[in-house]
């Protein structure tokens, strides 16, 4: 069993973070205007879908912050992750597209990252 958090590569650290940071300008962009469809079942399934994707990039950071913060010393490894969010709906994926995709992808390697070092 590894060590925790500490035991993350640098250079992952810095990729995951680089990536969810430029997701976070991307849904900030996305979802500041008019993007939910005129239908109101569409528009249910779209707005499922952009929580989905607020919560795992808020979830994503919260990692990468503590993840940092833990390989810099400056706190101790606060343990496994709880992961909340969960992985995106196919149809939200397809509702709000590659934003939803790409942001699934992210989350579910930082979930693979966090479960290598426990």
């Given at each position: 069993?590894?060590?925790?958090?500490?035991?993350?590569?640098?250079?992952?650290?810095?990729?995951?973070?680089?990536?969810?940071?430029?997701?976070?300008?991307?849904?900030?962009?996305?979802?500041?205007g008019?993007?939910?469809?005129?239908?109101?079942?569409?528009?249910?399934?779209?707005?499922?879908?952009?929580?989905?994707?607020?919560?795992?990039l808020?979830?994503?950071?919260?990692?990468?912050?503590?993840?940092?913060?833990?390989?810099?010393?400056?706190?101790?490894?606060?343990?496994?992750?709880?992961?909340?969010?969960?992985?995106?709906?196919?149809?939200?994926?397809?509702?709000?597209?590659?934003?939803?995709?790409?942001?699934?992808?992210?989350?579910?390697?930082?979930?693979?990252?966090?479960?290598?070092?426990?």
């Amino acid at each position: 069993m590894a060590a925790g958090l500490q035991e993350v590569d640098p250079t992952l650290l810095a990729s995951l973070h680089e990536a969810a940071m430029r997701l976070g300008s991307e849904a900030r962009k996305r979802f500041a205007g008019e993007w939910r469809p005129a239908d109101p079942a569409a528009r249910a399934v779209a707005t499922v879908a952009g929580l989905t994707v607020s919560t795992q990039l808020m979830e994503a950071m919260s990692w990468l912050l503590s993840a940092q913060a833990v390989a810099a010393g400056e706190r101790r490894d606060p343990g496994p992750a709880t992961w909340h969010a969960g992985p995106a709906d196919p149809a939200g994926i397809a509702s709000i597209g590659e934003l939803a995709e790409t942001t699934d992808r992210l989350y579910r390697r930082i979930i693979q990252a966090d479960a290598e070092v426990r």
